[in-house]
């Protein structure tokens, strides 16, 4: 299942849902019977923040710059991870049987 949904956010070029896809694939690649989604899930949002605070950081020349729009920063990752957490459930919500079935076929084929 692709996650290219209705919206897409500024600035996408042709491969966004391509390495979204690729990040979802992999995150799922750890779900087994001693790791469940949800842990998964956690070190994935980890990963992003983490990645998100390097992106930051590089276009700043010091510490003391970077510290000084960390707001700025949050508030912009944050609008940008609710838009698109809304967008996502929204497309859960009116596709729930057909998603989640598809979810329920692969874990019995696990």
């Known amino acids: ?3 290219e949904t209705k919206a897409q956010p500024e600035g996408l ?3 966004f849902f ?3 896809d690729a990040h979802i694939n992999l995150a799922n690649d750890y779900i087994n019977a001693k790791v469940e989604p949800q842990l998964a899930g956690t070190s994935f949002m980890f990963a992003s923040a983490r990645f998100n605070a390097w992106i930051s950081a590089s276009g700043f020349q010091n510490g003391e710059e970077l510290r000084g729009r960390k707001k700025d920063l949050i508030e912009y990752f944050t609008n940008q991870y609710v838009s698109m957490l809304e967008e996502n459930l929204d ?3 009116d596709n729930y ?3 989640m079935g ?3 076929e692969q ?3 696990s």
């Open 1 to 3: 299942m692709s996650t």
């Open 13 to 15: 070029d042709e491969k």
């Open 18 to 20: 391509e390495r979204a």
């Open 91 to 93: 497309n859960y919500a």
């Open 97 to 99: 049987d057909l998603y």
């Open 102 to 104: 598809i979810a329920q």
């Open 107 to 109: 874990a019995k084929d």
